[in-house]
């Protein structure tokens, strides 16, 4: 079956480290692949597209990398804050038809 | 939240109840979804629309139905609440065109099934 998987323990890192998220799936051939931030209590915000023939893409901070061998992505935010602290999900596209697939997300805390 | 409103925000309810959560968007983007968020699972998607009066069957729809007769509204109705529907309910949208496939979220609405 088609699955997707983020680390679920927390990743806790001093400020101004880069913090760097993996997403593994198996049983996909995404076109694309998406980041997104939740906070508590909030809706998750896009943040970031790529696309199977895309490598890398960034966008200040942000950078994510899309390795369509492994399946899988790697989501890195350098200089990290403790404003980046929040969950990250990643999301695959499913059947081609604007559905999204998500993972259960991984938590940053960046400490001060 | 890129126009979208989700009613209500909290809601208790008992088991056997029937109950309607609303979403509403002011963007007259085409896809609307509805997903569920629990702890270990992440957001799983229960139902979705791709136009008035078209919906589909996400990976979770059992115990929930929706209907989409204007643009800017689509419910989801939970014909008979049970303890195993207590949980966070999100809504998005997708304008559905060229190559924007982002999903932009409402707030939310936490509901509590006794």
């Known amino acids: 079956s088609q699955k997707i998987e983020q680390n679920s323990e927390a990743l806790n890192i001093q400020e101004g480290k880069t913090a760097t998220l993996t997403c593994n799936y198996t049983?996909?051939?995404?076109?694309?692949l998406q980041w997104y931030r939740q906070d508590p209590g909030r809706g998750p915000v896009f943040l970031l597209l790529?696309?199977?023939?895309?490598k890398e893409k960034r966008k200040e901070r942000l950078k994510v990398t899309f390795d369509t061998t492994l399946k899988q992505s790697l989501f890195h935010i350098t200089a990290s804050q403790p404003a980046d602290s929040a969950t990250y999900l990643c999301?695959?596209?499913?059947?081609?038809?604007?559905?999204?697939?998500f993972g259960s997300g991984t938590r940053l805390l960046v400490r001060p | 939240d890129a126009g979208i409103t989700q009613s209500p925000r909290h809601k208790v309810t008992e088991t056997g109840t029937p109950v309607t959560l609303r979403c509403h968007q002011t963007?007259?983007?085409?896809?609307m979804y509805w997903y569920r968020q629990d702890p270990g699972h992440g957001l799983r998607l229960i139902h979705y629309?791709?136009?008035?009066?078209?919906?589909d069957k996400g990976e979770v729809s059992d115990g929930y139905s929706v209907s989409r007769s204007k643009t800017e509204d689509f419910l989801l109705t939970l014909e008979s609440a049970t303890s195993s529907q207590t949980s966070v309910y999100f809504c998005?949208?997708?304008?559905?065109?060229?190559?924007?496939?982002?999903?932009?979220f409402g707030p939310g609405t936490r509901l509590l099934v006794l």
């Open positions: 049983n996909y051939s995404p076109a694309y």
């Open positions: 998005a949208i997708n304008p559905g065109q060229g190559a924007q496939e982002t999903q932009y």
């Open positions: 999301a695959l596209e499913k059947d081609s038809s604007y559905k999204l697939i």
């Open positions: 629309s791709y136009g008035v009066k078209d919906t």
């Open positions: 963007e007259n983007h085409r896809y």
């Open positions: 790529i696309r199977e023939n895309e």
